[in-house]
């Protein structure tokens, strides 16, 4: 499956953003889908996945309460809603796809869409 992430850019600090990924060739809704972010210097880092099927969900300790993962199966898409934002949150965002029922390990995603650049100025 192919993914295309979008909605990044400039905020700042305690703003919102919401960043979209939309799949092309298969399904959306055969897979677990996550976001991952890495930012400069730093390793990919989870931040929020989705199940396939009934939305079981899970968050990095970082953006618990200020981030939620969601996804439109009938859109083929994945949607983060980030609120709050603090100049810590400031990464390349990626989502990912995963042909399992849900998973937070960055390797157990083998379908990665391309980023999108979040940068939250203080």
């Known amino acids: 499956v192919q993914l295309q992430a979008s909605g990044g850019g400039l905020v700042q600090a305690g703003n919102s953003l919401r960043l979209s990924c939309v799949a092309s060739g298969r399904t959306l809704s055969t897979y677990a889908l996550a976001w991952f972010r890495q930012a400069p210097g730093k390793e990919r880092e989870f931040v929020a996945a989705?199940?396939?099927?009934?939305?079981?969900?899970s968050y990095a300790d970082s953006v618990k309460a200020r981030f939620t993962i969601s996804r439109d199966d009938t859109k083929n898409a994945l949607y983060l809603q980030m609120t709050s934002l603090k100049p810590e949150d400031t990464a390349v965002y990626y989502c990912a796809a995963a042909g399992v029922m849900f998973s937070t390990q960055v390797n157990k995603y083998d379908s990665w869409g391309q980023g999108t650049q979040v940068t939250v100025s203080s």
């Open positions: 989705i199940s396939r099927g009934p939305g079981m969900t």
